[in-house]
């Protein structure tokens, strides 16, 4: 079978969803094409910043997930060694952690029904010049499909095969991973909404309220890994990696929901590679993951996925209000172009702020590293690094009320 699409987005998880809304604020109609047999929510929940949710607010979505999801107001972390125990206010409008099947079901119940593709796995793609600076992207599905498209999106992930066809390095394994679950108290589990997080050397845990039945938990630590039935990897968790983790937290991971238990090594793009990869061919470019996977310190991968949604979107917009139309040889270049242009420090540097937080809240109560965490870190970089979560990635334009589907 051939088809011609107008976009092509690959990936139906949080930046392509999120992409494809973005493109039909501004009146674009993209497919989707996505290889499961719906929408994919591994992982459970996803805390979601500031940033985040200026994003969903350009997107016409914050609305429908803040009357469910209550925003966190404190964060309490303990440092298992020493018992310490930390505690600051969020300020601003503060972070909430959503169910991840109620994001992506929020994004996907803004397109039309027939938007989104599943069980069409992205096997190759070709790029064709057409003269003029124009291109067409040609997308083979793996049951044969081949369709052809003026734009073509890779939101596939973390081993994205349009990140790869455009020459990106592979992701890196970071040398953590972590375990997600949901805990379930029937009774109610008596929480605020406040973080309670736990760091010790190599190891790092928290869990947090989604409503008054449900926790969101995760541990992080150095084992390579944790594959096997989620009975396994909880026990795991609660007898070899957690052990000395005060009974509160251990009791959360106890009431886990064995359905909702992942592992998942933590990887990250290097910096240098979003800053001087190549990040467009022809009118083929890259979103979310697929551009820059990022270990989960600062809660940004799926925050910053979004943003890339809303920039996109701007930049196709402006493109489309310009030229009264979606294609203009070399124009679509150009918006795709500055898209990039907006986004490639902004997301390194998110990769890199990731990775440091990640290690200064995992360098334990050695005398050296409280040096550097006290001394360094709290100094002179943390004000930057909390500077990244309340970002605001601006709005899209306004188009004309014919052009929107
Ligand atoms: C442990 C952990 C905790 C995290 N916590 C947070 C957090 O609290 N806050 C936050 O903002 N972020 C968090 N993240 C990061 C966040 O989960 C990701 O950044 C986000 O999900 C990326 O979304 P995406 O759409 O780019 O990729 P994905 O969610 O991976 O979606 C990609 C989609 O593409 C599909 N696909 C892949 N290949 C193909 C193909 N060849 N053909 C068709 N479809 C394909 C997949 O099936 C999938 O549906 C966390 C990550 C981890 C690992």
């Not at 067409?136 to 990140?163: F, M, N, P, R, Y």
């Not at 000395?244 to 106890?254: G, I």
Request: proline share 4%; aromatic share 8%.
């Amino acid at each position: 079978m051939e088809m011609t699409e107008d976009v092509v987005i690959v990936g139906a998880g949080i930046a392509g969803l999120a992409t494809a809304v973005a493109l039909k604020r501004v009146g674009v109609r993209a497919l989707v094409l996505e290889r499961s047999q719906g929408l994919r929510s591994t992982g459970a929940a996803i805390t979601l910043q500031p940033n985040a949710w200026l994003a969903l607010d350009a997107l016409g979505v914050s609305h429908k997930l803040t009357p469910i999801y209550a925003p966190l107001f404190k964060r309490y972390v303990t440092n298992v060694s020493t018992g310490d125990v930390q505690q600051s206010l969020f300020t601003g409008k503060g972070p909430r952690t959503v169910h991840r099947k109620a994001l992506l079901e929020a994004l996907a119940d803004e397109l039309p029904t027939d938007s989104i593709r599943f069980s069409s796995k992205l096997a190759a793609i070709e790029s064709q010049e057409q003269g003029g600076g124009a291109s067409t992207a040609v997308v083979h599905l793996e049951d044969g499909t081949v369709i052809k498209s003026k734009v073509l999106i890779g939101c596939d992930g973390l081993h994205s095969v349009v990140a790869r066809w455009l020459g990106l390095a592979e992701p890196v394994y970071s040398g953590r991973s972590a375990v997600r679950g949901l805990a379930r108290f029937p009774q109610g589990h008596g929480f605020k909404q406040e973080v309670q997080r736990f760091e010790d050397v190599g190891k790092r845990a928290a869990f947090v309220p989604l409503n008054e039945r449900e926790l969101y938990w995760f541990f992080v630590c150095e084992e390579e890994n944790m594959t096997g039935e989620p009975e396994q990897i909880q026990r795991q968790v609660l007898e070899k990696h957690a052990e000395s983790f005060p009974s509160v937290y251990l009791d959360v991971v106890r009431h886990a929901d064995l359905s909702t238990i992942t592992w998942a090594p933590l990887m990250l793009r290097y910096p240098w590679g979003i800053v001087f990869g190549n990040l467009r061919k022809g009118n083929i470019t890259v979103a979310g993951d697929a551009m820059h996977p990022m270990t989960p310190d600062l809660g940004q991968g799926g925050g910053s996925s979004l943003e890339d949604a809303v920039v996109l979107g701007r930049h196709i917009g402006n493109s489309v209000i310009r030229n009264g139309a979606l294609m203009v040889p070399g124009d679509m270049a150009k918006a795709i172009d500055d898209y990039v242009k907006e986004r490639r420090w902004r997301a390194a540097w998110l990769v890199t702020g990731s990775y440091i937080s990640g290690w200064k809240q995992q360098g334990g109560a050695k005398w050296w590293m409280m040096f550097l965490r006290d001394g360094v870190f709290y100094k002179y970089v943390f004000g930057w690094i909390a500077g990244l979560v309340d970002y605001n990635c601006g709005n899209l334009p306004a188009v004309s009320s014919g052009k929107e589907d």
